[in-house]
């Protein structure tokens, strides 16, 4: 059987795939918090927010072993954070989500309304999943 070339994109955007609702923890609350909070939830990372709840960071796996490296474990999350993160609109397409993550070289993609509020999150897994679907329609 030839392989299966679309004549057009397949019209998927960031709210087709992210994880939602969103898991977030305050920028007061302390990385020990976050470890335990991704671990109960198995997920990779926690949106920081702040008193509005407006998204101002991300905690990462990677942050949190860069943290016990550091023997600071129960500091503040934002001490540990990244401060500003890129983030995608629910309306951006995957193709550009995928392009996105794949220059900054990130794992995790945080997305947000137009008031910096978290609406969801979309990670690598998310990707490989829809990868692998899709990948399965076209055999």
Do not use: Q
């Amino acid at each position: 059987m030839p392989p299966f070339y679309p004549r057009r994109k397949i019209p998927l955007m960031a709210k087709d795939i992210m994880a939602t609702p969103p898991v977030t923890i305050s920028d007061k609350a302390r990385i020990t918090e976050a470890a335990r909070l991704m671990c109960e939830k198995r997920i990779g990372s926690v949106l920081v927010v702040n008193e509005s709840g407006k998204l101002i960071g991300i905690v990462t796996e990677r942050d949190l072993a860069c943290a016990v490296a550091k023997e600071c474990e129960d500091a503040p999350v934002w001490g540990v954070m990244t401060e500003n993160p890129v983030t995608v609109k629910p309306e951006t397409p995957v193709e550009e989500i995928v392009r996105i993550m794949g220059e900054l070289g990130v794992r995790h993609m945080p997305v947000v309304d137009d008031d910096g509020k978290p609406l969801g999150v979309i990670s690598i897994r998310d990707i490989v999943a829809l990868t692998r679907l899709l990948t399965s329609l076209m055999k």
